[in-house]
């Protein structure tokens, strides 16, 4: 049986983020407030509460945070249900507390919005449920029910019965609004670094995999020259062994296996050595090289290359950077899984700009998407016809999302748009375009620069 996969972003992992301690401090803070509120009602506008149902009020929310400390070490992290009872507890105390002093016409009674933005922000859904649901029945039973305000010589302070239905409906609002409002912005935090997260990991392959392939033509160069010296050394020994068949099969066996692995070495070594000279690659080289994994999967894929506006025929060389790779790749995976029959590569150049186009004669991108299209888990559904010609995929434009991201990390502009036309160009005649992706980039932020190699040494002899 398989783990499931839980993201480190999810209301899961959230929910238990929260330390006992930063709780308890926020409550300290609340009871602070909420005796001095207390004090400056009694003693400076001389209003008649029950000042000893409100301490005692305020004394169990101490209570419980003695409790909690001496229970619990400071940095111990709630699970989702100790969030939301501690929470909850918060919710209830302030609704007491609010009943004893004037109910809604308290304008402290504002406060019951606090504890249920944080859950929206944090906690689950569920969990949100039943605190905005808790908030919303103590207002609605503090606009109905509540201890009055009055002063020392008995005067009434109130406000008319409008006034507390308008208070009432303005919290009810505020709940609904503010709780939609954090979990959808966090929601969406949370998704992008979900996203980011999935881009630094394929990044970080895709350097591991360039760094590994400079490891080992490295080590194909080194041990060129000893492989070279055992083959020599055994086709000596064949010469002074002819008469002996049991010791010329031996050395015969050495030089078999030292070609053996010149040959293994030499088709690792193509993967490039790192040094100045295979940092950079002309641009084809870069297209072959994202193209590869896909060469062999029943989709033809054509390249064309060529200057505009007066641009020198030579090819950009440019940088061989693991983002471009990656992301080139990722392109036209994405082209070949939805092509019919075949996906084209147009490289142009000015003096200026490169601009890379990859198209194919697949359905194009859904219109409802477009302009979404490198958004990180978009969740699109498919239709009946898109399973049909896709079985089994079950993308979510996360794939997308790490391509863009890491090729505008080099400084390139991407689009995406549907084609439906017939390009009566040579290079594509016939050739029903679906969907487009264009990346572009500055040549001054992509290309090798003039002398990037050095200067060359003179050999004095």
């Keep these: 049986m398989t783990d499931t996969y839980i993201s480190p972003f999810s209301e899961q992992r959230r929910s238990s983020w929260i330390r006992l301690r930063t709780l308890i401090l926020l409550r300290w803070a609340a009871i602070f407030g909420q005796l001095s509120a207390i004090v400056i009602a009694v003693e400076y506008f001389d209003l008649q509460i029950q000042v000893l149902l409100c301490l005692i009020t305020v004394g169990v929310s101490v209570a419980v945070n003695i409790g909690s400390m001496f229970a619990f070490p400071g940095n111990k992290r ?11 507890f918060d919710v209830l105390q302030l609704g007491f507390l609010l009943y004893l002093t004037g109910g809604l016409q308290n304008p402290f009674s504002i406060l019951l919005l606090a504890p249920v933005a944080v859950s929206a922000s944090v906690l689950t859904l569920r ?14 039973i503090l606009s109905l029910y509540h201890i009055p ?14 006034f507390i239905f308008g208070n009432w409906i303005a919290i009810v609002i505020a709940l609904i609004f503010l709780s939609v409002y954090s979990r959808w ?9 979900d996203a980011l997260l999935a881009t630094q990991i394929a990044l970080s392959r895709e350097q591991k995999l360039t ?4 490891v080992v033509a490295a ?18 020994l064949m010469e002074e062994l002819q008469g ?25 070594g193509r993967v490039g050595k790192s040094d100045k000279h295979l940092r950079t690659a002309p641009i084809s080289e870069i297209i072959r090289e994202a193209a590869e994994p896909h060469a062999k999967r029943g989709i033809k894929i054509e390249s064309y290359y060529a200057p505009e506006d007066g641009a020198k025929q030579v090819q950009p060389i440019v940088f061989r950077h ?8 990722n392109m036209m995976q994405n082209a070949v899984d939805f092509s019919r029959s075949k996906v084209l590569v147009n490289v142009t150049w000015t003096e200026d700009d490169l601009r890379i186009e990859i198209l194919d004669d697949g359905p194009g991108f859904p219109i409802g998407i477009l302009p979404r299209i490198g958004d990180p888990f978009m969740g699109v559904k498919r239709s009946e016809s898109g399973s049909i010609e896709r079985p089994g995929y079950e993308g979510m434009g996360l794939g997308l999302f790490i391509a863009k991201t890491l090729l505008e990390r080099t400084g390139a502009e991407l689009t995406f748009s549907n084609g439906r036309h017939e390009d009566q160009t040579e290079k594509s005649a016939r050739f029903k375009i679906g969907a487009i992706v264009t990346v572009s980039w500055l040549r001054s932020k992509i290309e090798q620069p003039s002398g990037a190699l050095g200067k060359n040494q003179t050999l004095k002899i």
Excluded: W
């Design 149 to 162: 305000l009055t002063t020392q010589q008995g005067m009434f302070l109130g406000i008319p019965d409008i």
């Design 322 to 329: 693991p983002e471009v790779i990656h992301g080139l790749r």
């Design 78 to 88: 709630l699970s989702e249900t100790e969030n939301m009872l501690m929470i909850l």
């Design 185 to 193: 912005i966090t929601s969406e935090m949370n998704t992008m670094g």
């Design 211 to 214: 760094d590994l392939g400079g």
């Design 127 to 140: 969990s949100t449920i039943i605190l905005g649901g808790s908030a919303t029945l103590i207002a609605t």
């Design 244 to 268: 002996r068949p049991e010791l010329y099969e031996d050395a015969e066996l050495i030089r078999e296996q030292a070609d053996r692995c010149r040959d293994i070495l030499r088709s690792m």
């Design 219 to 236: 080590t194909a160069h080194e041990l060129g020259t000893p492989l070279a010296t055992i083959k020599l050394t055994s086709a000596e």
